[in-house]
Structure formats: C-alpha cells, structure tokens
C-alpha cells in the first residue's frame, strides 16, 4: 500500500439468502475487522430477493463502512476472498442464491469502471436494500456521482419490495 495514499471512507453492502444468513453476516464483519480495524455498522434487515429466480429464499442485508488507504481493487480481491472462504460458489446464473455477498459501494470519491470494478457501484442508488441500511451509518452521505444523499435517494423508491428490520 502506498505511504503516501489517503484515508477514505469505504463502503460496503453485504447479503446472504442460504445457510444461517446471520452467521455468515457476522462473519463477514468480524473479516472485515480483522483487515481494516474499527467498522461501522448498519441495522441487519430482511429483505424480499431482487432481480433473482423465482422462489428464491429472503436475504439478509446490511452495510458496513471502514476507513482505509487500501487501493481499491485490493479491497475488491479481499472481498472475493472472504466470499469464496464462507462458501460462496458462482454458476454464471445472475441473481442466484448465495452464502454470502460482498458489494464494493464506494471507496471515497474514487470512479472506475473496469471489467472487475465498477466505483460507485452502478445500482446502489436504486436498491432499497442498500439505502436503508446506508441511511443507518450516515443518512447525509452523498454517493459520487450522485447529488441527493442516501436518505432522500431512499425516500424517492417505492415502498416494495420491502426491506424490514431483522430482530437480533
């Protein structure tokens, strides 16, 4: 990591709709503590699956910010990592079930669009799943790219498909 890189805050939105959808959230964060120290952290909420095949089980969503230095494609291989280690396999079928997702949101006012990272995530503006767990960290972040912060974003979405506080 270069000396010299600044600090930014870095966020992440996490989800698991197989297994024991708590636990492997929970283990995604303690991951995540391990790598970049102190996280804040979001309400869990249970979600109704989006752009996914029918029948598919509900998720578990929350968002998770850090603050490092870290490039960004460092972050997105580590994310990828802990995937794969929690069990995540990919069969090519968008919006399949899954273990455990990581989704890279932002990385301070970092842009990019590659084949492997697209900063800010392209969706996150839309899905209520990723706002209103946002909203809990900091409800005036304002995403790059994007002039309304999260709280109005997520106010201007129509109410389903619902996104529900999960009881710990």
Known sequence: MNASAAMRRVGFSLGSNLGDRLATLERVCDHL?????????SQVYETEPVGCPPGSPAYLNACVEVETAMPAQEILQLCLRIEQELGRTRSGTYGEARTCD???LYCGTETCATAELTLPHPR???RAFVLR???DIDPA???PGQ????AELLAALPATPAVTPFPL
Do not use: S, W
């Open 33 to 41: 503590a391990d790598l970049f120290g102190a996280l804040r952290l």
């Open 102 to 104: 990581i989704d890279l």
């Open 124 to 126: 996150a503006h839309e």
């Open 133 to 135: 767990p946002l909203c």
């Open 141 to 143: 972040l304002v995403l």
């Open 147 to 150: 002039r309304q912060t999260v």
